[in-house]
Nanobody, 123 residues
């Protein structure tokens, strides 16, 4: 009943930029927090950045000053602008949403994930 669809990944040279987008759709009543996580080969999934419906942001120390998260509440979409990319940013990036859906009969709050988009930083 809820889909998160990411786009914008790809191959970029060190120092380059990419912009990821994630659109949530379905029987959504309200989205509380959206965010981005990433998982590199052989490593655990880690937080990159989150943003609340009020615009409060949180970043991993490794991306502060280089990445910017933003959202368009009217479009249920979150963005991640990634600048000054480094090889260690290479990972699959996953969109996450803490949201409440309405089935027509009841409300249900849950945590939802996108399918992931590959970001590769290499020369």
């Amino acid at each position: 009943q809820v889909q998160l669809v990411e786009s914008g990944g790809g191959l970029v040279q060190p120092g380059g930029s990419l912009r990821l987008s994630c659109a949530a759709s379905g029987s959504i009543f309200s989205i509380y927090r959206m965010g981005w996580y990433r998982q590199a080969p052989g490593k655990q999934r880690e937080l990159v950045a989150t943003i609340t419906s009020g615009g409060t942001t949180n970043y991993a120390d490794s991306v502060k000053g280089r990445f910017t998260i933003s959202r368009d509440n009217a479009k249920n979409t979150v963005y991640l602008q990634m600048n000054s990319l480094k090889p260690e940013d290479t990972a699959v990036y996953y969109c996450n949403a803490d949201l409440q859906l309405f089935t027509g009969s009841y409300y249900r709050r849950g945590d939802y994930w996108g399918q992931g988009t590959q970001v590769t930083v290499s020369s």
